[in-house]
């Protein structure tokens, strides 16, 4: 037997970051778009765990336990008392090491696999409670759809989209460590007073319209300038993809993808060919928002 489970990939809306906690993370506003490019997660059942991958870049991705999707397999089995012996197949098409949360999908995908193939019926609270202690953007892989998230990230609460975004998404060479970004904002902010993260008004209101014009004003990541200190030419793509007419660009979480809201299908394949054309990013793709969590195919 086995079953899969189709997760999407997200861009950061916004991402508004507070001061280093005493346990060394942040406290965030995290506004989650989940975007149409999916990771696929393949569960059968087998003699031991093990962990397989196919797709761009694959070779990037760890294929021991450190993967999020053997540790989901490890952590349910735990619980339910029983083995973790399954294959786990990831057919990979979010980009690995983006700021697209691709590991977070697959951690997402396993474990709603695994709960499935093993007929252990957890909670839908229960799995996003394993989904925290997998990582800070686990839970959103599994809810999809918009969300807002607080703490550091995995308090969810779901938001009204009254439309559909159109996005385009320029994917850099190598990726970017998400604890160096860290890192790095921390140097860059010493010093100063960090405020509270709240959610941007404007932004929720542009969200809940389906206003594209007024989202694309609204866009923020405070981890941008960090983003941009440690991997300067992500600045030359953001400006490639704004003179292509995008109407508005920015980091995708801790990077190094970047994304730009468009209006409509039509410039999205316009911008998509500018930013090919332009030689400051490796590959592009295009992608529309809100998709859903993470689902039984």
């Known amino acids: 037997m086995s079953v899969t489970v189709r997760v999407p990939a997200k ?3 916004q991402l508004a970051v ?30 031991e765990l093990r962990v397989t991958c196919a797709g761009p870049d694959a070779g990037e991705v760890p294929l021991d336990r450190t993967n999020l999707a053997a ?18 197949h990831i057919a990979k098409d979010i980009p690995v090491a983006g700021g697209m949360a691709g590991g977070s999908a697959d951690g997402a ?6 709960d499935a193939l093993w007929g ?40 009204e989209v009254g439309g559909t975004f159109h996005w385009v998404f320029a994917m850099a060479d190598g990726g970017l460590s998400t604890p160096a970004v ?28 389906g206003d594209t014009a007024a989202l694309a004003a609204a866009l923020s990541n405070d981890l941008q300038p960090a983003a941009l200190s440690l991997r300067p030419s ?24 970047t994304a730009f809201l468009v209006a409509d299908v039509e410039s999205a394949s316009a911008v998509a060919e500018a930013l090919r054309a332009s030689g400051t990013c490796r590959s592009v793709r295009t992608a529309s928002a809100p998709a859903p969590g993470a689902m039984v195919l």
């Open 11 to 13: 861009v950061n809306a």
């Open 18 to 47: 507070g001061a280093a906690r005493p346990d060394g993370f942040h406290d965030l506003a995290n506004v989650f778009l989940a975007v149409g490019l999916y990771d696929e997660v393949t569960v059968t059942e087998a003699d």
């Open 71 to 88: 540790r989901a397999a490890l952590v349910l089995a735990e619980r339910y008392g029983r083995s973790p012996a399954v294959h786990l």
């Open 109 to 114: 995908g396993a474990l709603v696999a695994c």
């Open 120 to 159: 252990t019926n957890a909670s839908r609270d229960e799995l996003l409670d394993i989904c925290a202690e997998l990582g800070s953007d686990v839970p959103f892989s599994l809810v999809g759809g918009a969300a807002l998230g607080t703490g550091r990230g995995e308090k969810l609460r779901p938001l």
């Open 182 to 209: 860290f890192r790095e904002f921390d140097r860059l902010a010493e010093g100063t007073d960090i405020p509270e993260p709240v959610a941007s008004e404007d932004l929720l209101a542009a969200l809940e319209k």
């Open 234 to 257: 992500l600045a030359d793509t953001l400006a490639a993809g704004r003179a292509a007419g995008a109407l508005a660009g920015l980091v995708s979480g801790s990077g190094p993808t």
